[in-house]
């Protein structure tokens, strides 16, 4: 299906404001006043939740191999769990994942 170029544009800058309110529905309507004590909470997980869910298509349905999971990508993920939860370092965790979808990926 092709799109024509106001379309396209129309498109964009129709995207552009809703993900401008929705980010100002919470930054903006606040002003100065201090979120409340359960928002915070709530909030302290979002960074948590995010990277999972953009992973975890990757390494369950990668592009690379055709929708199929692979040794790889599994094992780097179960790399990448392990060191996280011993370590309680996120940058150890990634590095120990990358390192073996890197080998993984060598080998295979």
Do not use: C, E
């Amino acid at each position: 299906m092709s799109y024509s170029i106001p379309t396209i544009w129309f498109i964009i800058v129709v995207l552009g404001i809703g993900t401008f309110l929705l980010r100002w529905s919470f930054l903006g309507a606040m002003g100065n006043r201090p979120f409340p004590l359960w928002a915070q909470r709530l909030l302290r997980y979002t960074a948590v939740s995010v990277l999972p869910a953009l992973i975890a298509p990757m390494v369950m349905w990668p592009a690379a191999t055709g929708g199929r999971p692979d040794p790889a990508r599994l094992g780097a993920a179960a790399a990448t769990i392990v060191v996280g939860l011993l370590t309680r370092n996120t940058l150890a965790a990634i590095l120990a994942g990358g390192v073996v979808l890197g080998l993984g990926t060598y080998l295979a």
